[in-house]
């Protein structure tokens, strides 16, 4: 079965960055939309951006513009996300998401549109 792990989290300081990884296993068909997704306290899950490994450009929520970069090592099966100029209001539980194999981003950062789902991994901005 599909399995994702994340891992990267910490404590950083305003301005700061971080790496997260999502190591994803159990997929038969290599081309799905995989996604960054965030919640913080009392708040809604968002999502972050997301990218399509068969091919294509990542898309971003507003919100990160210009401080996120997804990547993708498909050898290693690993989906990054690279945080850089870190602020406050970027401290949550973050979360990669995986779609249904040989579906494209049809749901954009919509949670609906994600089958599984990673244990999440803490990032805090002081």
């Not at 994803?24 to 951006?49: H, I, L």
């Not at 040989?102 to 089958?115: F, V």
Request: proline share 2%; with cysteine; net charge neutral.
């Amino acid at each position: 079965h599909v399995q994702l792990v994340e891992s990267g989290g910490g404590s950083v300081q305003a301005g700061g960055s971080l790496r997260l990884s999502c190591v994803v296993s159990g997929y038969t068909d290599n081309t799905y939309c995989m996604g960054w997704f965030r919640q913080a306290p009392g708040k809604e899950r968002e999502g972050v951006g997301a990218v399509y490994t068969g091919g294509g450009s990542s898309f971003y929520a507003d919100s990160v513009k210009g401080r996120f970069t997804i990547s993708q090592d498909n050898a290693k099966n690993t989906l990054y996300l690279q945080m850089n100029g870190l602020e406050p209001e970027d401290t949550a539980t973050y979360y990669c998401a995986a779609g249904r194999p040989g579906y494209g981003c049809y749901a954009g950062l919509q949670t609906w549109g994600y089958r599984y789902w990673g244990q999440g991994t803490q990032v805090t901005v002081s």
